[in-house]
Nanobody
Framework: QVQLQESGPGLVKPSQTLSLTCTVSGDSITTKYYLWTWVRQPSGKGLEWIGAISFAGSTYYGPDLQSRTAISWDTSKNQFTLQLSSVTPEDTAVYYC????????????WGQGTPVTVSS
């Protein structure tokens, strides 16, 4: 089975950097034509696409968060990471990693999500 698992601190202080890792098992993150994606959902609100890294290592960012976002990967560990800097309580959300299939323009697999709270 292909599985995605988010990991990282569940509590981050304001002004600090939120760092999460997604570990992929059962499939290589360099497999064509997938994009490895970060999405978040604040409580009671809709999903927000944060950004992605493609099978070739190209990065893409949503316009609202791109100035604070960095996505990278470690192919030797089959992991990709999210860094969101200068966080505020408005960044509190459940954060998901996901696999997007570029050939059909659709997310086809999700991690279970991990809640992150920004609070002092």
């Amino acid at each position: 089975q292909v599985q995605l698992q988010e990991s990282g601190p569940g509590l981050v202080k304001p002004s600090q950097t939120l760092s999460l890792t997604c570990t992929v098992s059962g499939d290589s993150i360099t497999t064509k034509y997938y994009l490895w994606t970060w999405v978040r959902q604040p409580s009671g609100k809709g999903l927000e696409w944060i950004g992605a890294i493609s099978f070739a290592g190209s990065t893409y960012y949503g316009p609202d968060l791109q100035s604070r976002t960095a996505i990278s990967w470690d192919t030797s560990k089959n992991q990709f990471t999210l860094q969101l800097s200068s966080v505020t309580p408005e960044d509190t959300a459940v954060y998901y990693c996901a696999r997007h299939d570029g050939t059909i323009n659709s997310i086809v697999l999700w991690g279970q999500g991990t809640p992150v709270t920004v609070s002092s």
